[in-house]
């Protein structure tokens, strides 16, 4: 089976969709599907014959998006969906949806998406001058609109799931969250990491993984680490990504004299750097309440790191069970103890770490992907049974 994705996003720019789209990439192979790509042109050198890249300019004021041009996009869709192509994937919802959508009608095949954004919860970030209420009523109209108009959705937890049912949604939606390359985890260097970053072996380190953004709640781990270093002053929190944030976070650290304890490291690459770089830490933290999923949750479980995290939105179906993390009350104060409990208990810290391997093994990209092989079929087979 030949599966077309269509995204706004790819790597280079790093982000939940680009490693979604890799891993499933790479794990449905096995399963018999072959995936090819549409995505913008960032005009690096990152060519693989499997992706049709689309000229693209920068998004005004966001250095890390690409806008492509609808005639370029409408025409690298079609000219993929010619060269074969039994159902279509959309993995953003801007440009990519729509062409994605006119294709699949024009050639009479199926098309699908994944709810990777809660843009509802999103949007207040970046238009703050927009009231909050008129916001959420554009999102929510949006999102319906565009999920009604497809053959199926895919989301990739239970709260994302009600939330998008509470909109309207009547397109059959189902429940399938990406899963994570356990192999990647195998082999990872601790000591090697921190030399490399001039981190002291025995120091204790807390990390956060993800794109530097407003939604991820950074300033909320700032709060935190600023109580927890009353009770161990030499803590240190690695701040692992890049994003519009940094800048007011990186202030941030300096007013509330915190530059002792924070570290920025920075995009890290995702297959080398960054497995090492959560075996470098003691705990992972994570304070996001927008989350469609977390898979870094999951990653940081993998690596045998023990979590400290909130459960909100899409987190909650993987800290829900309890297993390799901690969730505390959403207050700096009951995060920050959170953190000390892992950090200053031995047995609890390596009951949680055993706890978190096991648990990671149960969302491999290999099980979730079979999974989402055998929707592909059903949903191929249920447009191939049905009259024209």
Same mark, same amino acid.
């Given at each position: ?16 969709? +680009?490693?979604? $789209? ?21 005009? +690096? ?9 689309v ?19 409408? @025409?690298?869709? =079609? ?29 009479? $095949? ?36 565009q999920? !009604? ?15 998008i ?18 192999g990647?985890?195998? #082999? ?7 030399? +490399?970053?001039? $981190?002291?072996? /025995? ?12 939604? /991820?709640?950074?300033?909320?781990? %700032?709060?935190?680490? !600023? *109580?927890?270093? /009353? @009770? ?5 929190? *690695? ?11 990186r ?20 297959? !080398?750097?960054?497995? =090492? ?16 999923? #977390? %898979? ?21 179906d ?7 993390? %901690?969730?505390?009350e =959403? ?27 096991e648990?990671? !093994?149960?969302? +491999? ?24």
């Amino acid at each position: 089976m030949r599966i077309l994705m269509v995204s706004d996003v790819y790597f280079p720019r790093v982000n939940g969709v +680009s490693t979604a $789209i890799q891993t499933y990439r790479e794990a449905l192979a096995g399963h018999g599907i072959e995936v090819s790509l549409v995505a913008p042109d960032y005009g +690096s050198e990152c060519r693989e014959s499997w992706i049709s890249r689309v000229s693209a300019r920068q998004v005004p004021r966001d250095p890390e998006d690409r806008l492509m041009r609808w005639g370029a996009m409408r @025409s690298a869709v =079609d000219a993929a969906v010619a060269r074969g192509c039994d159902l279509i994937h959309v993995q953003t919802p801007f440009l990519a949806h729509y062409t994605a959508l006119g294709a699949a009608r024009r050639a009479g $095949i199926p098309v699908i998406a994944t709810y990777h954004t809660l843009f509802e919860e999103y949007l207040q970030h970046y238009a703050p001058f927009i009231p909050a209420r008129w916001l959420r009523g554009m999102a929510r109209h949006f999102s319906r609109s565009q999920c !009604n108009a497809l053959d199926a959705v895919i989301v990739p937890s239970r709260a994302i799931h009600q939330r998008i049912s509470d909109y309207g949604v009547t397109t059959p939606l189902h429940i399938l969250p990406t899963g994570i390359p356990l192999g990647r985890f195998a #082999g990872i260097d601790r000591d090697v990491f921190r030399s +490399s970053h001039g $981190i002291d072996l /025995k120091r204790p380190v807390a990390l956060y993984v993800g794109r530097v953004a407003h939604e /991820k709640n950074i300033d909320f781990l %700032l709060d935190a680490v !600023n *109580l927890a270093r /009353k @009770s161990m002053p030499e803590l240190l929190l *690695l701040i692992t990504g890049d994003g519009p944030a940094l800048p007011s976070l990186r202030d941030s650290v300096v007013e509330r004299e915190l530059s002792a304890n924070v570290q920025f490291l920075g995009y890290l690459d995702r297959r !080398n750097e960054l497995p =090492d770089c959560y075996a470098a830490a003691d705990v992972f933290t994570f304070a996001s309440r927008t989350e469609t999923q #977390g %898979l870094v949750l999951l990653e940081a479980m993998a690596a045998g790191l023990p979590v400290v995290a909130l459960a909100a939105m899409g987190t909650i179906d993987i800290l829900g069970a309890r297993r390799g993390a %901690l969730a505390p009350e =959403d207050n700096p104060a009951a995060f920050a103890q959170g953190i000390l409990d892992v950090l200053q208990n031995d047995e609890l810290r390596g009951h949680l770490a055993r706890e978190g391997r096991e648990y990671a !093994n149960e969302w +491999s990209d290999q099980a979730l992907a079979g999974r989402m092989a055998e929707l592909y079929c059903r949903i191929v087979n249920q447009r191939q049974e049905c009259p024209a």
